[in-house]
């Protein structure tokens, strides 16, 4: 998983459906736009701008917001 772009290693659990803070696996979704999606955990209400990983982005994409 070495090919995720983002600055905190931490938010790799993100593509495995786990929140990096509390390891809930329930997130709110909030707006978004093209491929990106901004997300909350809805056990530990962490933010996230999150992009899956897909063609576009094979490595996919997050971080805190």
Known sequence: ?????MGDK??????????PDCGGDSF???PGGGLNRNIKCASCGARFNFCPRCAVLPGGYA???
């Open 1 to 5: 998983m070495n090919d995720i772009v």
């Open 10 to 19: 931490k938010l790799v659990s993100l593509f495995g459906g786990k929140c």
């Open 28 to 30: 709110l979704r909030g």
């Open 63 to 65: 971080e805190r917001i």
